[in-house]
């Protein structure tokens, strides 16, 4: 079925990060089959590698003339944020650092409970998850506000805006993550910039089976009754890069199974 034409990426190059997570195939794919260039960034060679792989998989059901790239480096630094938009402008060399959308996911957990979280592994999270997309955002960022055009959009867990027992370093990192998002949105919108964030629930590209308690958990707080899959993101993450979503800004839109909706 083609993409609509409000949907279209065709033309467009998207720069993705990601920790390893199980949507970066997924997230990956779907920019591509909207017609996107996808460069991906990730914190480790075998977690390029499975994105890498998936969009050669998916080769022939993209439109012709996208290039995809990418390198493995640490955004956490500003020395590995300029490596990687460096091996960006290397890979698309007439393109002049056009860079139309920028795709944030990458989070990393820390189970723990709040007492026993040290400074370290505290400081960790957040340069992991807030720090590395605060720097590749004002990297891109500034070449978008250049252009006068972009598109910025943050994956986020939905305990962005709830707490979770062990998850308070974690929780923490993406409600700055949110607060960001508003924020950028807020300061880039008269450059004809958009930012979004793209919240999840709870995700898992396997059929796992859950232990008893899980699944309990599960039934009681989730709404449609099931775990989310990766390829659930992806028609949103389109929607969210794409001239569909023009008037729409500094917004969380969650795929969550209605999680967020439980009290």
Known sequence: MPVLPEFSLAGRVAILSTAGSDEAPFLAQALAEAGASVFTIARRQES???????????????????????????????????????????????NYGQADILVNDGRSMLARPFDEITPDEWDEVHSRNAKSAFLLCQAVGSRMVERGYGRVVNVISELAERGMINGSAFAASQAVLLSLTRSMAVEWGKHNIRVNALGTGWFSSEDLPLEEQQEELLVRYTPLRRRGHPRDIGPLLVYLCSESCDYSTGQPVYVDGGLNAHP
């Open 48 to 94: 390029l590698d499975l994105v890498l792989q998936a969009l050669e998989r998916n080769h022939d059901r993209a439109p012709g003339g996208v290039v995809h790239g990418g390198i493995a480096a640490s955004l956490a630094t500003k020395d590995g944020v300029d490596q990687a938009m460096a091996a960006f402008d290397v890979n698309y060399p007439t």
